[in-house]
């Protein structure tokens, strides 16, 4: 099995930034995708970036210019550097890996256990 441990969530003021990162451990052989989700109290969860194994990256709209997305593959980690935060942006953000396990050489996707972003003065 595969785990996703996130970290870096907070509270901050508009206008500031954040920066989230997700590892992963486990039985891993490779990382094809890792992605951000969030999820607002009442709204359902969204796609805000990802990025693929050779570093292409998609944003969704409301967060383009603002928000980064990066990883590191040697420690099997991914990054999400968000600045210029809005109070629009309060969520859980919700770290996603699409793996191949090394063991059975099969495609999996985990989730991690989220971490909570406030942007309230």
């Known amino acids: 099995q595969v785990q996703l441990v996130e970290s870096g969530g907070g509270l901050v003021q508009p206008g500031g930034s954040l920066r989230l990162s997700c590892a992963a451990s486990?039985?891993?052989?490779?990382?094809?995708?890792m992605d951000w989700y969030r999820q607002a109290p009442g709204n359902q969860r969204e796609l805000v970036a990802r990025i693929t194994s050779d570093g292409s990256t998609n944003y969704v709209d409301s967060v383009k210019g603002r928000f980064t997305i990066g990883r590191d593959n040697a420690k099997n980690t991914v990054y999400l550097q968000m600045n210029s935060l809005k109070p629009e942006d309060t969520a859980v953000y919700y770290c996603n890996a699409d793996v191949i396990l090394y063991t059975v050489r099969k495609r999996s996707t985990y989730w991690g256990q989220g971490t909570q972003v406030t942007v309230s003065s």
């Open positions: 486990g039985d891993i052989f490779s990382i094809l995708v």
